[in-house]
T-cell receptor
Framework: QKEVEQNSGPLSVPEGAIASLNCTYS??????FFWYRQYSGKSPELIMF????GDKEDGRFTAQLNKASQYVSLLIRDSQPSDSATYLC???????????????FGTGTLLAVQP | EAGVAQSPRYKIIEKRQSVAFWCNPI?????LYWYQQILGQGPKLLIQ????????DSQLPKDRFSAERLKGVDSTLKIQPAKLEDSAVYLC???????????????FGSGTRLTVV
């Protein structure tokens, strides 16, 4: 079982629609959860993080976390063509001594927003 | 605040040659990470430094990869000899304190794209 799993996509949505990106993780000890956006040929850019169960909103982005189900998602409202990118889910992983001081990434979901 | 600097941006080498990548983290960031991202995959941690000490190198192929972080600032990652499967983007990231990543994640440099032919 992979530590962080995402559907590779592509996820295609029309402009103005809601894009829903999902991620599951295997380590119940993971404490923090991140979404990175990566444009083709560029490095990952942090867009959201969440620690507590429930929803966290930032502009058009909403991160959702359900630790009991080991599930985290990202909703993008009013999707724009400029949102077309790969979205990477990352969770804190256990390093030496058990400290959660590194990020483990999923393979990413490619989002394509159609004009 | 200046970001994480990496060089070179691109490198093409033949298999069995050696190559080195350089990273300068954000000023004051004690923790530095090297990730490998193969096309179509997510970044995979190779090595993590806290100041100039190695914290985690469990996924570093030590028969061919080496890394150092002298004086707790700049870092270099070396591959010798390179294999075709080493073709990837090598990303450097830094965070303020070791536990800081749990709160804020970290910032990536622009990466070095390596092609081994």
């Amino acid at each position: 079982q992979k530590e962080v799993e995402q559907n590779s996509g592509p996820l295609s949505v029309p402009e103005g629609a809601i894009a829903s990106l999902n991620c599951t993780y295997s380590d119940r000890g993971s404490q923090s959860f991140f979404w990175y956006r990566q444009y083709s040929g560029k490095s990952p850019e942090l867009i959201m993080f969440i620690y507590s169960n429930g929803d966290k909103e930032d502009g058009r982005f909403t991160a959702q976390l359900n630790k009991a189900s080991q599930y985290v998602s990202l909703l993008i409202r009013d999707s724009q063509p400029s949102d077309s990118a790969t979205y990477l889910c990352a969770v804190t992983g256990r390093g030496y001594g058990g400290a959660t001081n590194k990020l483990i990434f999923g393979t990413g979901t490619l989002l394509a927003v159609q004009p | 605040e200046a970001g994480v600097a990496q060089s070179p941006r691109y490198k093409i080498i033949e298999k069995r040659q050696s190559v080195a990548f350089w990273c300068n983290p954000i000023s004051g960031h004690a923790t530095l990470y090297w990730y490998q991202q193969i096309l179509g995959q997510g970044p995979k941690l190779l090595i993590q430094f806290q100041n100039n000490g190695v914290v985690d190198d469990s996924q570093l192929p030590k028969d061919r990869f080496s890394a150092e972080r002298l004086k707790g600032v700049d870092s270099t990652l070396k591959i010798q000899p390179a294999k075709l499967e080493d073709s990837a983007v090598y990303l450097c990231a830094s965070s303020l304190i070791q536990t800081g990543v749990a709160a804020y994640g970290y910032t990536f440099g622009s990466g070095t794209r390596l092609t081994v032919v």
